[in-house]
């Protein structure tokens, strides 16, 4: 050992290396899972498509990555808004990748969409099939590759920092790292100039990554659905966004609150949103997001409201919300 003062580095250099080997077959193994968990899941168009154009969408991906993009194209006044409530089905996803449609469509703006939600619902609403992917945000938190290297082209024209559920596995490990709050930002500092929105779709919860999501963000828009529960939870909302405000002093804002899910036929569905307008007055969208089939169905094609039913009720509303962020934002 003593002419060899070198040889403590090494086995622990070799142990590294043989820990790290395993984990990747691990996470090999697991995505292969995955794949056939999630086949089984998926609604039938987008299972056709994904048994039929498997290899065809693996290699769009692979040559749509970012590197393609334009670096010139800058934008120093990038707005990033985080689509944030803890409830779980008020419209979080359908709100964010609907919006990230609606501006690139009606207003050819350059958008970024990161979905930090492990379900990776609007990663796959944008037609991603997140369970192919070989890089996600969660790499990227994890600092183990550039954030350039893990976002996509999708089709409609947006470009996706996708997630699946690898990305659960990591939230206790990434918990537990320095400055965990302000991951997120760090990693978009190095790229989100490049577009005019930054739109990041939270999960259904206040833990570290919905944090790192408003800890990211300017401004937060809280799309609220038109049940008594999701008026109970405006107060956990309220609460979650003083804290990131207090707590980590980041003078996030409400860009608005929006009412989603929103039937007139039902007596609830108004009084819900009297006591958001009474509540929230100006801070509410005009829009209201009505409750509509077809909205429910857009994401089984991979496509947006407005390709799915361009002339229904919910592509004229979020249409017009879309105009709503961008006035506000001009
Ligand atoms: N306005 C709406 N009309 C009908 N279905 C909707 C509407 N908004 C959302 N949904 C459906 O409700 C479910 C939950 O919506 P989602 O956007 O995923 O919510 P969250 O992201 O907040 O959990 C999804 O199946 C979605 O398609
Ligand atoms: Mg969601």
Redesign the pocket.
């Known amino acids: 050992m003593k002419n060899k003062p070198w040889l403590p580095c090494f086995v622990a250099l070799v142990e590294v290396i043989q820990f790290e080997k395993q984990r990747i077959k691990k996470e090999d193994s697991r995505i292969k899972n995955l794949e056939n968990d999630e086949l089984e899941l998926l609604p039938k168009p987008m299972r056709r498509a994904t048994l039929f154009e498997n290899e065809e969408s693996r290699k769009k991906i692979q040559e749509s990555r970012i590197l393609k993009i334009n670096s010139s194209a800058s934008n120093a006044m990038s707005k990033k808004l985080a ?1 944030f ?1 803890m ?11 609907n919006l990230a449609v609606g501006l690139v469509k009606f207003h050819s703006a350059k958008v970024l969409l990161v979905d930090i ?1 492990p ?1 990776g ?2 990663s796959v ?1 944008l037609g991603i099939p997140v369970w192919e992917i070989q890089l996600q945000l969660k790499d990227v938190l994890q600092k183990r590759v550039p954030i350039d290297d893990v976002i996509i082209s999708s089709k409609s024209g947006i470009d996706v920092i996708p997630s699946n559920i690898l990305l659960a596995e990591e939230e206790i490990p990434i918990s537990g790292l320095p400055g965990r709050e302000l991951l997120l930002r760090k990693a978009l500092s190095k790229t989100s100039a490049q577009y005019d929105f930054v739109l990041i ?4 919860n206040i833990g570290v990554f919905s944090i790192n999501a408003l800890m990211a963000s300017q401004g937060v828009i809280i ?1 609220v ?1 038109m049940s008594y529960l999701g008026l109970l939870g405006i107060n956990a909302v309220e609460r979650a966004i003083s804290m990131v405000r207090s707590a980590l002093d980041h003078p996030i804002e409400i860009a608005g609150v929006l009412g ?3 039937d007139s036929r039902n007596k609830l569905s108004k009084e819900v949103l009297d006591s958001l307008n009474q509540h929230f007055g100006s801070k509410m969208f005009e829009t209201v ?11 089984s094609y991979g496509i947006s409201i407005y390709d799915h039913d361009p002339s229904g009720a ?1 592509s004229k ?1 979020y249409k017009n919300f879309v105009a709503e962020v961008v006035k506000q934002y001009e």
Do not use: H, M, W
């Open positions: 689509v409530n409830k779980g089905g008020v419209g979080k996803t359908t709100t964010a990748y939600d379900q619902n609007s609403s779709d939270c999960p259904p799309p659905d989603t899910r929103f997001i009505p409750e509509t089939v077809k909205l429910r169905e857009a994401p919910g509303a």
